[in-house]
């Protein structure tokens, strides 16, 4: 009994023990499933983030992918009123083309015994109702809020003062239309002197002198001038629910920048190296800034900083760019991610632009269609007056008559301009009436003569120096404005002497031969020459500096300055006879080929007569522009599309 009843009483003493034991598993339990929940809870709301980032990733880009060409549209609309343009239809396509109203279907949430649950699906929604998210800063649905003076008080707010890139100004009718459906157009300008506007916005009020994006595609360096004009539409986007929404607002961006860079086309360029496969001379070439081609191949950088491709850029050795060492396997998946931690930036000198996230660089539509008008009385819509190149040519001079249609020297052509008053004039010349040749009295006066090259192609003969009295002396405005001649010829006046221009020229066309074109200074806003013609440049061409940069310039005082000069012609050749001359050219250069297969050779430049490359003849200064007072009358256009948002406190 005793030994039972102290064993009992050792039970008694042991109960509480197990009990504390009991009750720190509970507690241990409790605070393990607790903090489970909490895992689950933080990891859902990371998970919901995610979702949220991405699916914003998805309308972003979207909105980037679909923008454009709905500008196009309502370009080509005239900027009309009109539903397929709208900003109500850019957002839904983009809303439906990002998916993001895309769930789980009932079928899988049945499958996955999910029906009666509750859902934290971001994508739980109809189309209709996201796009219901989106609305212009004041709250508006299916309307954004233009970056222009109207809205100056929006931006004036707070949450947007010093946040937003420089207004543009434009009438009342084009702004107010600049919320309901993207407005495009010369008629939207830089009003006022602004910071970021570094050339004077009196002189330069459509494209200025702005930096460059802070962006990974490098056309130009973040932070860069360069010429363009920013347009822009302010919007928000409310992400969320009714219990819990969060507001982003955005900045859509479409830049019109003329083409300005060294070496630019919308086509396959080969860099580097001529069409025999002989390497540029590179005591001759040099390239400073940026290459920017369709799709390139480089065997050499010469100097240039970056190269900018649409789809493909193939180096056959690595490069030192911006002295970075950049190899073909650049674009390679973690080649790219080293070099952007090897640079500490993901800006790289070399990259894609279908690579480069929120944005769409796109080269407008140029060709063959460049280098001609339409027939007089015809109606172009605004795009099309927007991407013209010969269109856009103040001055027409068109060959009617021909010696014959063996010979195409011309007897007769036709000159029309616009006069000091506003209106057209037109002039023709007739050989044997009032068109003396060169040897005749009267005839040195005369811009336009005719001639034949070495090898017997005949030509209509210009002369850029005799241009402005000669079109003063008809009433005409001074080159000052009349800076622009269309070159061509007019088959209908008589088709039994006149024959239509080939693509490529046929020996037998006329061609055009400019000389006497050494000092342009005289034509201080710049001058181009746009023909499907074949062009000769038969004297040094622009080769003598201004005094001093044009006021307003935003180029350094001292800056030596020529005046802008542009040839857009179907075949350009240097001499007019079979001696090899050098060729030695500063500047820009360009094609208006818009086909990806066949290699475009920037320094295949041939002599008159003899066809011949040649390459040891050849050297370039190739340079961007400096300022918009550098950019010709005539000149391509390209657009850059990118999505920022607008940081809050």
């Known amino acids: 009994m005793i030994r039972h009843s102290r064993f009992h009483t050792s039970g ?14 509970t507690l241990s339990l409790t605070m393990l499933f607790k903090s489970t929940l909490m895992n689950r809870d933080q990891a859902s709301k990371t998970q919901l983030r995610v979702d949220y980032h991405q699916r914003e990733e998805g309308l972003l880009r979207a909105l980037v992918a679909t923008f454009p060409g709905k500008a196009i549209d309502c370009m080509k609309a005239n900027h009309a009123e009109g539903s397929s343009h709208s900003w109500n239809t850019i957002f839904s396509e983009a809303v439906a083309l990002s998916s993001l109203s895309q769930r789980l279907s009932p079928e899988i949430l049945q499958a996955l015994n999910l029906r009666n649950k509750l859902s934290g699906d971001v994508g739980n929604h109809s189309n209709s109702e996201v796009q219901s998210w989106i609305t212009s800063l ?24 010093g946040k937003v890139p420089p207004l543009l100004n434009a009438s009342a009718e084009l702004q107010t239309a600049d919320a309901l459906r993207p407005i495009v157009t010369p008629l939207k300008r830089y009003s006022t002197q602004v910071a970021g506007l570094l050339a004077d916005v009196n002189a330069h009020s459509i494209y200025n002198l702005i930096p460059y994006p802070n962006i990974r595609f490098g056309y130009a360096a973040p932070g860069e001038p360069f010429v363009a004009k920013r347009n822009w539409w302010a919007f928000t986007v409310n992400y969320g629910n009714s219990a819990s929404t969060v507001a982003r607002h955005y900045v859509l961006s479409l830049y019109e920048i003329p083409s300005q860079m060294p070496i630019e086309a919308a086509t396959f360029a080969a860099i580097g190296t001529h069409q025999d496969g002989t390497a540029w001379n590179t005591n001759t070439v040099s ?26 850029i193939e180096m056959t050795t690595d490069l030192d760019l911006d002295g970075v060492s950049v190899g073909a396997d650049f674009d390679a998946m973690g080649e790219r991610e080293r070099l952007q931690a090897e640079q500490g930036t993901d800006v790289l000198p070399v990259a894609l632009s279908a690579n480069s996230g929120r944005l769409t660089f796109l080269p407008l539509p140029t060709g063959a269609g460049y280098l001609h008008r339409r027939a007089p009385g015809s109606t172009l819509n605004a795009f099309e007056e927007y991407t013209a190149g010969g269109q856009r040519c103040r001055i027409i001079v068109e060959a009617t008559d021909m010696v014959s249609f063996e010979d195409q020297t011309p007897t007769a052509i036709r000159v029309r301009f616009p006069t000091v008053a506003g209106g057209m004039n037109e002039v023709t010349l007739q050989r044997g009436s009032n068109w003396p040749t060169v040897f005749e009295t009267g005839g040195p006066t005369i811009p336009f003569q005719t001639e034949l090259t070495n090898n017997s192609r005949s030509c ?16 005409g405005a001074s080159v000052v404005s009349n800076n622009s001649v269309f070159f061509s010829v007019d088959a209908a006046m008589n088709p039994l002497t006149v024959r239509p221009p080939s693509d490529p020229p046929a020996a037998e066309d006329l061609c055009v031969i400019i000389r006497k074109g050494k000092d342009l200074t005289g034509y201080t806003a710049g001058f181009s020459i746009v023909t499907p013609l074949r062009v000769y440049v038969g004297d040094d061409l622009n080769a ?13 005082v001292g800056s030596v300055y020529y005046p802008p000069l542009s040839i857009f012609a179907s075949e350009l050749r240097v001499g007019t006879t079979a001696v090899n001359r050098p060729i030695e050219h500063h500047g820009q250069l360009g094609s208006l080929a818009n086909a990806v297969n066949a290699a475009w050779q920037p320094l295949d430049m041939k002599s008159g007569s003899d066809d011949a490359v040649h390459t040891d003849s050849i050297s370039a200064e190739l340079k961007p522009l400096r300022s918009p007072a550098e950019l010709p009358p005539v000149h391509p256009m390209n657009w850059l599309v990118v999505i920022e948002e607008i940081p809050q406190d």
Do not use: C, K
């Open 544 to 556: 003598v500096a201004a005094a001093s940069p044009p006021s307003g310039s935003g180029l350094p």
């Open 460 to 475: 209509l003969t210009f002369h850029p120096a005799l241009l402005n009295a000669w079109l003063q002396s008809h009433g």
């Open 12 to 25: 008694y003493v042991s109960l509480p023990i197990v009990s504390g034991l009991a009750i720190m598993f």
């Open 138 to 161: 004041t709250g508006e649905a299916g309307q954004v809020t233009p970056g222009t003076t109207a809205y100056a008080d929006v931006f004036a707010l707070p949450a947007f003062a």
């Open 287 to 312: 390239i400073e800034g940026s290459v920017y081609a369709a799709r390139m191949t480089v065997t050499g950088a010469y100097g240039a900083a970056r190269l900018a491709g649409r789809s493909g």
